[in-house]
């Protein structure tokens, strides 16, 4: 009779389970694995090459009211802000369309006032009108190099799930604690 009892003792007390206090059990990852989001900058820079191809052809045209020219500029202030949207990125459109007419007015500012600065009083060489065009041009490619450099990079997008872990525990006086915590 003393052996079952014996027995049966270690039998109960092997079957305890042992708990870690709360906060100290582990809490299990189950976070999908960050996601790489290609950059699209060959795109930007095929819109800005599109818009380059239509101002050239319509330098060449010898029409009098070329519309050609207003259709490169639409396209080079509207391609790549168009690109930003399509891939899901209206904070970048935004910041695309606002440098790309931001810097060439911001250009044509400074250079027109460089350019008039060298001239001096009723003179007739026009070095505010050029100042001004290469201004222009510097500001647009500015923009275009930011926009295809930055704003069209690519990304490392983490989607976090919701993770549910259990949680045991001892507390005072003996107390069993069981829970259920989680990342949402």
């Not at 060959?42 to 319509?58: E, R, Y």
């Not at 911001?106 to 026009?126: F, K, T």
């Not at 505010?128 to 510097?138: E, M, P, Q, Y």
């Not at 490392?156 to 045991?168: E, G, H, I």
């Amino acid at each position: 009779m003393f052996v079952r009892s014996v027995a049966l003792f270690l039998l109960v007390s092997s079957a305890v389970a042992h708990a870690d206090p709360p906060g100290l059990s582990p809490v299990v990852d189950v976070s999908p694995p960050a996601e790489d989001i290609p950059s699209y900058r060959l795109q930007t820079a095929l819109a800005d090459a599109s818009a380059l191809g239509i101002g050239m052809l319509a330098s060449k045209s010898n029409a009098p009211d070329n519309q050609a020219s207003s259709v490169a500029v639409a396209t080079y202030a509207l391609g790549a802000p168009l690109v930003h949207l399509y891939h899901h990125h209206p904070q970048r459109a935004a910041a695309s369309l606002a440098l790309r007419v931001g810097l060439p007015l911001l250009g044509a500012v400074i250079g027109g006032g460089i350019g008039r600065s060298n001239c001096s009083e009723y003179c007739d060489n026009d070095a505010d009108i050029a100042g001004a065009a290469l201004g222009i041009v510097s500001g647009a490619v500015l923009a275009s190099t930011i926009d295809i450099g930055y704003l069209s990079r690519g990304e490392q997008v983490t989607r976090s799930a919701p993770a549910l872990a259990p949680s045991f525990g001892a507390g005072p006086g003996g107390a069993v604690r069981i829970g259920i915590g989680g990342s949402f």
